[in-house]
């Protein structure tokens, strides 16, 4: 396999990064690949336990601090005290994530969990750091989409998703969004003249324990269901290079997607991956980061 490799990372000394979910799946992995490349990485993870298990693991200049992005009281508290503890921050790589495939569940805020935890805990957290952003100049801020996001359709008339819930739609729709917001974003960063550069990526389909969590709900069948599933994986690492190339390579420019190259964006090397038509419509950004402000009552840009 060819391609880019985590070889080409540059030098991260001096460089403050921030990766939400970093205790497991690809946001250890990134977490890991930046820290050896020098960078002071903090870990945000919702169990503090498994964050220090990650540490060691880790290695290198590390910190783990407490974030539950389906808790908007839990992000504003994250994002008060790191960015007091660390005024400029260079790189934030909003990785964490949910699968729920059995009943809706809602966030201790009231929203569909996954839209809570994938979307709008990210859409806040990104406006809360964004003074500290600003501070380091050009900074990156990574979303990370799914392939299913190109299935996906918003309802802005049910976005909790509260009429006929499907899981499995709920959360193509979650993924269609955090993409959506990524490509706003760019799209507010640069008619505000900031050099923060927002990019996204997608790991085709990896190896993490997102999938068998998702089918827990399942029993002894849900475990058979999610091992089968895993066999159509490729490696963790493999499947986080396109958000490690969308967080460190310095020729990536705002908007950019990455995601694997082969067998429709499942696996391989990374390469620009494809956009469905609702998810690049700026239309559709106006309208989602308008709900998104009203929902968290986080506004910028």
């Not at 890991?32 to 990485?41: K, P, Q």
């Not at 790189?91 to 709008?120: I, Y």
């Amino acid at each position: 396999m060819t391609g880019w490799t985590t070889d080409r990372i540059p030098d991260q000394h001096g460089r403050v990064a921030v990766v939400t979910g970093a205790n497991s799946g690809l946001g250890l992995v990134t977490a890991t690949e930046l820290a050896r490349h020098g960078a002071r990485v903090v870990l945000a993870v919702r169990d503090t336990a498994a964050g220090a298990e990650a540490a060691r693991r880790v290695g290198g200049d590390v910190e783990v601090r407490e974030l539950d992005l389906a808790s908007l009281a839990s992000v504003r508290a994250f994002a008060a005290k790191l960015a007091t503890d660390h005024p400029a921050i260079d790189l934030l790589v909003n990785n964490a994530g949910v699968v729920l495939l059995g009943p809706r569940r809602t966030s201790a805020d009231g929203f569909e969990l996954q839209l809570a935890t994938n979307v709008l805990g990210h859409f806040a957290l990104t406006g809360l750091l964004l003074d500290a952003l600003t501070a380091a100049g050009p900074a990156r801020v990574i979303g990370l989409s799914s392939i299913t996001h190109r299935g996906a359709h918003l309802d802005f008339d049910d976005l909790m998703f509260e009429r006929n819930y499907r899981a499995a739609t709920a959360y193509g729709r979650s993924k269609l969004a955090t993409t959506v917001f990524g490509l706003e974003l760019d799209r507010r960063l640069r008619a505000a003249g900031s050099p923060i550069v927002s990019a996204l990526a997608h790991p085709g389909l990896t190896r993490t324990n997102l999938t068998p969590r998702a089918w827990e709900h399942r029993g002894r069948f849900g475990r058979v269901i999610a091992r089968l599933g895993l066999l159509a994986t490729q490696p963790v690492e493999q499947g986080a290079l396109p958000q490690l190339r969308a967080a460190t390579d310095p020729g990536v420019r705002g908007g950019q997607f990455f995601g694997p190259a082969g067998l429709g964006e499942t696996r391989g090397r990374v390469t620009e991956a494809r956009l469905s038509r609702e998810a690049a419509d700026p239309a559709v950004g106006r309208r989602l980061w308008a709900a998104a402000e009203e929902l968290t009552g986080v506004r910028y840009l």
